[in-house]
C-alpha cells in the first residue's frame, strides 16, 4: 500500500480479506439485490438476498448472482448448497416497501429455518419452479440453475450461479402502459457496510442514450468552453452528446431571447457560461449550447 497527497494505491494481496471486501463493496456500488429463494432435496426453502448479482444476458435470459463463501470460516450458504441439490431459483426484486424485511432474512439462520416466515413474507407456489416467490417483491422471475462456477474455496471466495429465466411475474402496480415505471418501482441498492439508497423521488434522473444518436463529443467544443472553471464535467457531457455544433440561424435565434438581452448585454463569459449552466440544468441543451457559440 503506498499514498500520494491524493491517491492511496492498494495492492489486494497486501491487505486482510475483510479490508479488501470492504473497499470493494463501498466502492462498486449501488448494488441490486437478489433475493433468492431456493429448497434443498427435502423439501426446506431458504431465502437469502444477495449484492453481487445482475441480469448478464436478454437472449437468453441470464441472470448471475453470487453467494461468497463466508469470510470467517469458508463456509458455503445454504443457497448455494440448495441450488447444487434443486438446480431451480427465484430471483425477487426488491424495492423499499421490503427492505427491512430482506434485511431480516439475510441473518445466519440454522439450515432448515424457512427465512419467509421469520421475515414475515408471503410464501407463494411458482408455476414452473420449485422454490416458492415472495408475494410482496414488485417482481419475481423463476429460474433454472445452468451451471455453477465455484471460484475458489478461501473465505471470501465467490461462487457464481448462472440461472436462466423461464417464467416473471410482475406486480400491476407498478406497470405504466404496460411497461414497468421506475418511479413507482422505488428499487433500493446495497452500498458499503451498513448502507442502501433508495432510487426513487430526485434520486431519479434521465441521461439521452448516446446509442440513440451519434454525439459530437466534447473534443468539437471551444477550448474556452472544454476549461470553463463553471461548467461541470457532466455539463461538457451533456454538450457533447449533442449531434452538432449550433448553425448561424440557431446562434442568431438565441441572442434575441429576452433572458439573454436582459443578463448578457455586456458579454461576460462567466455570466454567459453560468446561464448555460443554469439552462443545461433545465434540460434546455441545444439553447445551451448556441448560447455558449454566440459568445465565443
Known sequence: MKETHMIKTID???ISQPELHGYLL???????ICFASTIDAEGRVNLSPFSFFNVFSSNPPILIFSPARSGRDGSLKHSHQNVKEVPEVVINIVNYPIVEQMSLSSTAYDKGVNEFVKAGLTQVQSEKVKPPRVGEAPVALECTV????????????GNLILAKVELIHINKEYLTDNKLDTQKLDLVGRMGESWYTRASGTALFEIPKPIRTKGMGVDQLPVSIRESEILTGNNLGRLGNLERVPTASEINNILTDKEVKAQLSDGDKAKVHQLAKSWLEQGRAQDALSLLFSFE
Open 12 to 14: 489486494p494481496k497486501a
Open 26 to 32: 463501498s466502492a462498486v456500488a449501488p448494488r441490486p
Open 146 to 157: 445452468t451451471e455453477v462456477i465455484e471460484l475458489a474455496d478461501t473465505p471470501g471466495a
